[in-house]
T-cell receptor
Framework: DQQVKQNSPSLSVQEGRISILNCDYT??????FLWYKKYPAEGPTFLIS?????DKNEDGRFTVFLNKSAKHLSLHIVPSQPGDSAVYFCAAPSQAGTALIFGKGTTLSVSS | NAGVTQTPKFRILKIGQSMTLQCTQDMNHNYMYWYRQDPGMGLKLIYYSVGAGITDKGEVPNGYNVSRSTTEDFPLRLELAAPSQTSVYFC??????????FGQGTRLTVV
């Protein structure tokens, strides 16, 4: 049973446009969410997070939005750059707080 | 700081062989994890540890063992390798339940 779902395996965007990556979750007890970015042959790296007490968190070109009633969050990248091409994972701490639960990831391709 | 270091980066094993994937971190993190990533499947938790001497199973522990004798090291042991264990393995560490730091991964092929 997937608790964190990324239903779009891939997304293609032109350079300069907005990229929107989506994530849904099933456990209403989740109170913190993270986005990770992964390049080929590298480990995932932390990108941005959001606590459930907020509905938006911004860091430069990256903004994460949280809609608790819909159990949905999204990562916006504006403007998208070719270097943003990577796999993006949505994650949440398990209810026991012992580890992160990851979605399957979305591969973003930004063309110039 | 090196962060989280995994060795080896690549390995080919024959069915039935055993090996240990090494992981060490220099951030004094109490929490350490092993994940595996299969194509299109995200990262699945194999084992985790909340401190030296304490380990527990994750989502997919079968065929693996771990130990945590020091804060820094968290080796993953594969006994009797099977083709289903072909995957990319990531070790990670964290202070608690927030941001985790990952190693560069070990790509394992079992033939």
């Amino acid at each position: 049973d997937q608790q964190v779902k990324q239903n779009s395996p891939s997304l293609s965007v032109q350079e300069g446009r907005i990229s929107i990556l989506n994530c849904d979750y099933t456990n209403s007890m989740f109170d913190y969410f993270l986005w990770y970015k992964k390049y080929p042959a590298e480990g995932p790296t932390f990108l941005i997070s959001i606590s459930s007490i907020k509905d938006k968190n911004e860091d430069g070109r990256f903004t994460v939005f949280l809609n608790k009633s819909a159990k949905h969050l999204s990562l916006h990248i504006v403007p998208s750059q070719p270097g943003d091409s990577a796999v993006y994972f949505c994650a949440a701490p398990s209810q026991a707080g012992t580890a992160l639960i990851f979605g399957k990831g979305t591969t973003l391709s930004v063309s110039s | 700081n090196a962060g989280v270091t995994q060795t080896p980066k690549f390995r080919i094993l024959k069915i039935g062989q055993s090996m240990t994937l090494q992981c060490t971190q220099d951030m004094n993190h109490n929490y350490m994890y092993w994940y595996r990533q299969d194509p299109g499947m995200g990262l699945k938790l194999i084992y985790y540890s909340v401190g030296a001497g304490i380990t527990d199973k994750g989502e997919v522990p079968n065929g693996y063992n771990v130990s945590r004798s020091t804060t820094e090291d968290f080796p993953l042991r594969l006994e009797l390798a099977a083709p289903s264990q072909t995957s990319v393995y990531f070790c990670a560490s964290s202070l608690g339940t927030g941001e985790a730091f990952f190693g560069q991964g070990t790509r394992l092929t079992v033939v």
